[in-house]
């Protein structure tokens, strides 16, 4: 599309319209910048703005002359496409895409892209760091925290993209094709987005939609869901298993990473001696990256030497520090049961868990059970405290403290805590409505943890 003085509509004005706001500006497109938050002023809005980028700013309804004016829309990840809203648009035959659409379209090079309900974080900044091991141009965007339209300004021909990608973002793909993708696991999260299970798990395989059996898709085998998509899946297919030996792909063996391809069986590394990372959760993960780099063209040696030199993502599963004999783990990023069952099976201790905050409609009953014998005190917070200590009383969790704060509810934890156990904060849960970001709230559990 070719976009020279034709005004877009830039949905949101977070770090992702900006990106946006600016590859338009630099395409000769005038972006016209609506947020329907009443709170938000103008002002600050303008504020955020990057060098060279202007446009009009609308807060509240939109009127309807300018959606006669535009000839695209582009939502943040945050605005649902479902509404009645985002429906008039596209009766307008307004296109919708999203930022990483957008980037898409003008970025340059090969892009792997990872997507998957936990693990990827992890997996992009591991798979990014092994192609800065060997490539000149590498670019790591999407949902870690890089808008995709800001770096596609600088990419070459030459240049390498490895992107995080969510599902929210996949909402809003049409040309979108990866050279490797990969969909880490499928699990129950942001029902209240989309609704059903079947349509999470559709828009995950959106991933792979333009994929031909010339790129590659990287899937979880021990995953149901991707399992299963395995066999209709457009492009070919590597398995990673942690649970059997593959005739193709990589699996675990006892504790060593094998490859299989055509006839050959590689060992790659003993997860114990050649890994700083803990949990099952990052054997996958490792397979994944490694699988995706070796599928984009790595040397294995790189791969293998960025592997061993790899510490854990900041927020997940991320040792903090031993204080009075207590090990304190920052499992901040746990934003959902799955993840946070994760989180439980990494610890080898007695533990005081913290959980609870925002309620993404989430259940959890698996979440409780991976407690087994390992949580000697469930500490809750935030909006599913109730929720979750129904629950878990159901299933035989009998010590279990509710904190009106996440300042009392560590407080609660430092007492508690007994030399030789461990306190983790891993939620299962978003960190909305108490703090902005599961970020924030990592990082104050870690500033206590360092005060005390």
Request: net charge negative.
């Amino acid at each position: 599309m070719e976009l020279e003085n034709k005004k877009v509509l830039v949905i949101g004005t977070g770090i992702s319209g900006m990106g946006a706001a600016k590859l338009l500006c630099s395409k000769g497109a005038i972006p016209v910048f609506y947020d329907e938050n009443e709170k938000i002023k103008e002002e600050d809005v303008r504020g955020k703005m990057p060098e060279g980028v202007e446009g009009e700013v609308v807060i509240g309804s939109l009127p309807e002359n300018i959606k006669e004016e535009v000839a695209l829309a582009v939502p943040s990840p945050g605005a649902p496409v479902d509404t009645e809203f985002m429906e008039s648009l596209r009766k307008r035959g307004i296109p919708v895409w999203g930022e990483l659409e957008l980037g898409y379209r003008y970025a340059k090079g090969r892009l792997a892209a990872i997507t998957g309900t936990n693990g990827k974080t992890t997996t992009t900044t591991l798979v990014g760091k092994m192609m800065k091991g060997y490539c000149p141009s590498v670019f790591v965007v999407g949902n870690i925290g890089n808008p995709y339209t800001e770096s596609a300004l600088e990419m070459e021909e030459e240049s390498v993209t490895v992107a995080e990608v969510s599902s929210f973002q996949l909402e809003t793909t049409e040309s979108f094709r990866p050279h490797v993708s990969a969909i880490l696991n499928i699990t129950p999260d942001h029902l209240n987005r989309h609704h059903t299970m079947e349509n999470y798990v559709a828009v995950k395989e959106r991933i792979a939609s333009n994929q031909t059996k010339e790129d590659v898709c990287v899937l979880n085998y021990e995953d149901g869901y991707t399992r299963e998509f395995g066999k209709r899946c457009p492009a070919r297919v590597v398995f990673f298993s942690s649970k059997r030996k593959l005739e193709e792909g990589l699996y675990l063996d006892g504790d060593e990473i094998w490859m299989a391809e055509g006839r050959k069986e590689i060992r790659l590394m003993n997860i114990h001696k050649d890994m700083n990372l803990v949990g099952m959760c990052n054997v996958e993960n490792v397979m994944a990256a490694i699988a995706i780099a070796h599928n984009m063209g790595l040397p294995m040696e790189t791969i293998l030497d960025t592997v061993k030199h790899f510490r854990a993502v900041e927020h997940r599963i991320e040792f903090v520090a031993t204080k009075n004999g207590v090990d304190y783990y920052n499992d901040s990023k746990g934003t959902n049961p799955d993840a946070a069952i994760q989180g439980i099976r990494a610890m080898s201790k007695p533990t005081i868990l913290i959980g609870g905050g925002y309620d993404k409609q989430s259940e959890y009953d698996e979440w409780i059970e991976a407690f087994e014998d390992k949580v000697k005190c469930l500490v809750l917070i935030g909006q599913t405290a109730e929720k979750i200590e129904t629950c878990a009383r159901r299933h035989g969790v009998e010590n279990i403290v509710r904190a009106d704060s996440f300042e009392e509810a560590l407080k609660i934890c430092t007492e508690t805590a007994e030399s030789g156990d461990a306190v983790l904060l891993s939620p299962a849960c978003a960190s909305w409505g108490m703090f902005p970001n599961y970020e924030v709230r990592g990082n104050m559990f870690k500033d206590y943890v360092n005060r005390l």
